[in-house]
């Protein structure tokens, strides 16, 4: 005879006659952002992460545990900050690819000069840990040019918004 199951209107399984006795399992899908392939774009704002359920994915150097990713390409040279709380660990791989090696900067930045158009990869570690991950890139850099374009010197530059406030003439 064929193989059949049965289910009441809850789910749950039950055997009749000939019938295969089902059991209900539970799925968890990790984070979006699990795998550093599927990083999620950083930018202006603190970010809010949660490792929970996510796996390894890449280098152990800066912290132990399961790690979620993040990256920023900016269009313009400017000044990159990177800091994490919550219980997590940080790696920063600057102009990294998917598969950085062992190296990263560990934990926070403060105003580190990048050039445009650099790909940045920031690896966030910790076995199921939640905070907020600051992760931005902007100012004037060495007394260069501002998010806008127009050169100025760090004392012009706002550089919250990365607008010089005196532009030369």
Known sequence: PP????????????????????MPIEITIGPENDACADALEGGDDAIAYDTTCSSIDGPQDCGTGADIWYTLTPANDCDLNVSVTGGASVATYVGGTCTPAPGGICGTIVDQPITGGTTILVQVIGDDVAGTLEFTCGGCVNDGECDDQNECTNDSCNVATGVCSNIPN
């Open 3 to 22: 193989l059949a199951a049965y289910f009441d209107p809850n789910g749950a399984a039950y055997a009749g006659p000939g019938a295969v006795t089902f």
